[in-house]
């Protein structure tokens, strides 16, 4: 009867969220995939200078390129089915190449768009801190903007290594513990500028905060408030994003204080079968597991859910 109809089109209706300057509304199951490509686990997210869309998840299909509008447009990276996780965009010149964080295969690797490979990374033998080289999972990496980047050790031992353009060792730093400059699950990794000068801004997960850093690796500072399970970020003028594990994503302004959480879902870590709730416990306006998220151009938010069939939103800015 009619009610059938009324339920379906309020499922329709937009949903709008966040605060001021930051509200958004939910676009779901944002891109289309053609026949025959399926996301598995979604874990990073970037955009390119042509404002392309790359999604970074465990398929055969490990990258997938949509255009600014959703529209496939390519998918390679077989090699990353397993180990797809950390994905960073950085213009060199006019060049433009991906980092890639390869959980599974233990490296790091640096592809062109699309998807050639300029290296390749194993873990830092320099370091001294893996032995036999075990215990070396890396999750994400940060660029710099004179070209040193650093990956995060996430998975392994929670140390951050510092390389230089050229992809040669400079130093490492970390650890695992708990103490101010020690890290337990370091994330996530990025260059957030937004004080006027670069800092390493490290998603510290499992000891609940973020921890800053200066380019040379000296500890600065500690934020631990507004956090669950800090995943990752991305910056945009004076604002920082973090997708949270334990289901929304925040925005904290200049000075790292809330501004809003986007797409709370309550209790989500405790729901059963989580991250991998079934279609019908995923609901347009709730997150359940971000795990990579950014900006785009436009001021457009897209979230990548760690999920095994994958989940892509984009929340489109409305003010």
């Known amino acids: 009867g009619p009610n059938i109809l009324v339920a379906g089109s309020e499922k329709k209706m937009s949903t709008v969220m966040g605060a001021g300057e930051h509200t958004y509304e939910w676009v779901k199951d944002w891109g289309t995939l053609p026949a025959g490509i399926t996301y598995g686990y979604t874990h990073g997210v970037a955009e ?38 950390g994905l960073t965009h950085s213009k060199e010149g006019s060049d433009e190449f991906l980092y890639l964080a390869d959980i599974d295969r233990l490296i790091v690797v640096k592809t062109t768009l699309d998807g050639e490979v300029v290296w390749t990374l194993k873990y830092p ?13 890396p999750t994400n990496v940060a660029i710099a903007s004179n070209g040193d ?13 510092q390389y230089n353009k050229d992809a040669e060792y400079i130093r490492t730093w970390g650890g695992k513990g708990s103490e101010p400059g020690q890290m337990s699950c370091p994330h996530g990794i990025w260059i957030d500028a937004r004080s006027g000068e670069e800092e390493v801004v490290v998603a510290d997960r499992s000891n609940v905060r973020l921890q800053y850093f200066t380019l040379d690796g000296e500890f600065k500072r500690i934020v631990d408030k507004d956090l669950l399970h800090p995943c990752h970020f991305d910056t945009m003028g004076d604002d920082l994003l973090i997708p949270d594990l334990h289901g929304r994503v925040t925005i904290f302004d200049k000075d790292n204080n809330l501004i809003t959480h986007l797409g709370i879902t309550p209790g989500v870590k405790k729901m059963e079968g989580y991250p991998n709730l079934p279609h019908e416990q995923r609901h347009v306006g709730q997150f359940i597991s971000p795990h990579g998220a950014m900006w785009d151009s436009q001021g457009n938010i897209y979230v990548a859910e760690w999920i095994n069939d994958g989940r892509v939103t984009k929340l489109r800015r409305v003010a």
Not at 125 to 137: I, L, N
């Open 149 to 161: 980047f650093y990956i995060a050790d996430g998975y392994g031992s929670s140390y951050v290594h």
């Open 48 to 85: 390119d200078s042509q404002g392309n869309v790359y999604i970074h998840n465990q398929s055969k299909d490990a990258m997938i390129v949509f255009d600014p509008d959703g529209k496939f447009i390519k998918s390679w990276g077989e090699d990353f089915a397993k180990g797809a996780h």
């Open 125 to 137: 033998e320099e370091a001294g801190v893996y032995p036999e080289g075990k215990g070396y999972r």
